[in-house]
C-alpha cells in the first residue's frame, strides 16, 4: 500500500499532510486547501488557524494587508469546526528556539493566506468536542455522528479497518482467489443454525442473508475454484450485551481441492 496519488478537485489543489509533508517542493507556490478549523489564535491584524483534513493539519496564517478585513474579521470570529477554503503561499515557518546543543527540529510548511472563504460555520457551542478529553453519553454521540466520527480515535478505528480489509483482500486475490457478491435478499436459508430477518419482498416472503456459504459453494462447483466475499451479514439472534452485533461484516473464502489444513494455511499467510 503506496502513498494516496491525491488529485486537485474543484475545492483544493493540495491535501494538507502533502504541504506538511511535502512543503520544500511547494514553497513559494501558490495552492489552495480545504478543512476543519481545529484552533483560533490572533488577534488585531494577524491570526492563525490550525486546519484539518482527512490527511492531516495545516496552520495557515492571517494577515491585514494579505485578505481583506472582512475576511480577517470572519476568521478571527468564526467558531471552531467551521469549514474553510483557503488560497494562499507555502512558505516555511519560523523554527522555534531550541537549547545550544540541541538538533534543530525538521522544517514545517504554512499557508500565507491570499483570501479566505468561510464554507459553513459551525454552531456554538458544540454539542460534544472532537478535541477535547471530555466524555459525553452514547446518545449524544449518536445524535451528531459527523463530529463523533471527527475524533481522532474514532476516525482512526474505520481508517485502520479499511486497512485491514483492503490488506485481506490484496492478499487473498495474490493467491489466486476471486471476489464475488453473493445475495443479501433471499427466498430462504442459505445454511441452517440461526434466526433471520424477514421482510416483505413485493408481497412475496423473503429474509436477509446471513450467510454467502451457499452461493461460496456454487461458485466453486461452477470452476471458479477460489473465491471469497467481503459484505454484510444478518443474524436475528436474540441478546443481553449492546456488544452483540445482529447486522456485521463478514469475511469469507472457499477453497476446491483443498483441505481443511490448506484452508489453515491460507488464513496463517494472511494473517503472518
Known sequence: MGEVDWHPTAFRTHTLSEIAKGGAGLVGKQVTICGFIETIRGKGGICFLMMRDGTGMLQAFLKKGNISDEELQTAQETSRESTVQITGIVALKRPPKVPEGEPD?????????????LLSKAQTPLPLGVTDEVEVGMDVRLDN????????????????????LQYG??????????????????????????????????????????????Y?????????????????????????TYRHL?????????????????VMCVQERMIH
Open 105 to 117: 527540529p525538521p522544517p514545517e510548511y504554512e499557508v500565507v493566506a491570499e483570501s479566505v472563504n
Open 145 to 164: 455522528r459527523f463530529l463523533d466520527l471527527r475524533r481522532s480515535h474514532v476516525n482512526a478505528m474505520f481508517r485502520l479497518r479499511s486497512r485491514i
Open 169 to 214: 483482500r490484496e492478499h487473498l486475490i495474490s493467491e489466486g482467489f476471486g471476489e464475488i457478491n453473493s445475495p443479501k435478499i433471499i427466498a430462504a436459508a442459505a445454511e441452517g443454525g440461526t434466526n433471520l430477518f424477514p421482510l416483505k419482498y413485493f408481497e412475496r416472503d423473503a429474509y436477509l442473508s446471513q450467510s454467502p456459504q451457499l
Open 216 to 240: 461460496k459453494q456454487l461458485a466453486v462447483m461452477g470452476n471458479l475454484e477460489r473465491v471469497f466475499e467481503i459484505g454484510p451479514a444478518f443474524r436475528a439472534e436474540k441478546h443481553d
Open 246 to 262: 445482529n447486522e456485521f461484516i463478514s469475511f469469507d473464502i472457499e477453497m476446491a481441492w483443498a483441505n481443511d489444513e490448506d
